[in-house]
């Protein structure tokens, strides 16, 4: 791990980009003298590491005492897509502009992007970990399917927040039912892009016998910042 720049922020936290390989990432850390918790933070489908909201969630939790990361996976941000990606992207925008189902294209996009998306997250993570400031237990909130896979097959991952808010490939669906760790999911009601009923039979098929299910009123971006603060508290009772 590489750390290109960092600063200081007005609330104390120290904000660092680094690269890891090919991955870019970025990390925030609370001013404390011990090891603190980590929570890594993805973004949906394809958006950049820098994405307003997530940024704002990342200073957030840091400034509450977490150590939180997130990087630009493969497909991400800045980073190249492939070629049947980028025919996948092309194919859903003109079908969803005539009207026509999508599901099989979110399949072949959003699919193989979970498939090299988890590698990297699990790569970042040894890093992380292997740094002194930073100890366990380690969170993950963000993009619904491949959280559901790095809980499945990330020991390390003690608690998890999903957004509702992407499309999850039929392979994650399935494996929800293996997700066992405390689990909050947060739910736009009116999320143009979300199927309400796909959402709660995902909720309804995770294993855990510890989840909870948050939904407010609003369209995708609409998330309540209070959701951020109860976030928080999630992870409170898991990781500290």
Same mark, same amino acid.
């Given at each position: 791990?590489?750390?290109?720049?960092? +600063? +200081?922020?007005?609330?104390?936290?120290?904000? +660092?980009?680094?690269?890891?390989?090919?991955?870019?990432?970025?990390?925030?850390?609370?001013?404390?003298?011990?090891?603190?918790?980590?929570?890594?933070?993805?973004?949906?489908?394809?958006?950049?590491?820098?994405?307003? +909201?997530?940024?704002?969630?990342?200073? *957030?939790?840091?400034?509450?005492?977490?150590?939180?990361?997130?990087?630009?996976?493969?497909?991400?941000? @800045?980073?190249?897509?492939?070629?049947? @990606?980028?025919?996948?992207?092309?194919?859903?925008?003109?079908?969803?502009?005539?009207?026509?189902?999508?599901?099989?294209?979110?399949?072949?996009?959003? !699919?193989?992007?979970?498939?090299?998306?988890?590698?990297?997250?699990?790569?970042?993570?040894?890093?992380?970990?292997?740094?002194?400031?930073?100890?366990?237990?380690?969170?993950?909130? !963000?993009?619904?399917?491949?959280?559901?896979?790095?809980?499945?097959?990330?020991?390390?991952?003690?608690?998890?927040?999903?957004?509702?808010?992407?499309?999850?490939?039929?392979?994650?669906?399935?494996?929800?039912?293996?997700?066992?760790?405390?689990?909050?999911?947060?739910?736009?009601?009116? @999320?143009?892009?979300?199927?309400?009923?796909?959402?709660?039979?995902?909720?309804?098929?995770?294993?855990?016998?510890?989840?909870?299910? *948050?939904?407010?009123?609003?369209? *995708?971006?609409?998330?309540?910042?209070?959701?951020?603060?109860? !976030?928080?508290?999630?992870?409170?009772? *898991?990781?500290?």
């Amino acid at each position: 791990m590489h750390f290109t720049s960092e +600063r +200081r922020l007005d609330d104390g936290v120290l904000e +660092r980009e680094f690269t890891l390989g090919e991955i870019p990432g970025t990390l925030w850390t609370p001013e404390s003298t011990a090891p603190v918790p980590l929570i890594l933070m993805a973004h949906n489908n394809g958006l950049p590491k820098g994405a307003a +909201r997530l940024v704002a969630r990342a200073r *957030h939790s840091a400034a509450c005492g977490y150590a939180v990361a997130t990087i630009d996976a493969s497909g991400c941000g @800045d980073r190249p897509l492939s070629a049947a @990606d980028e025919q996948a992207r092309a194919d859903l925008r003109r079908a969803m502009q005539a009207g026509e189902p999508v599901d099989e294209i979110f399949e072949s996009l959003v !699919g193989p992007l979970v498939e090299k998306a988890v590698p990297e997250w699990r790569t970042t993570l040894d890093a992380l970990l292997a740094l002194p400031e930073i100890g366990g237990p380690v969170g993950y909130s !963000g993009w619904t399917a491949v959280g559901i896979r790095l809980a499945v097959v990330e020991p390390r991952i003690a608690a998890a927040g999903f957004f509702a808010g992407g499309y999850v490939p039929r392979a994650q669906r399935e494996e929800a039912r293996q997700v066992t760790i405390p689990l909050l999911f947060l739910l736009q009601w009116d @999320d143009e892009g979300n199927p309400r009923r796909r959402a709660l039979d995902l909720f309804e098929a995770f294993g855990t016998t510890e989840k909870t299910l *948050h939904a407010n009123l609003g369209g *995708h971006t609409g998330t309540p910042w209070f959701e951020v603060e109860d !976030g928080n508290r999630f992870f409170g009772r *898991h990781l500290k």
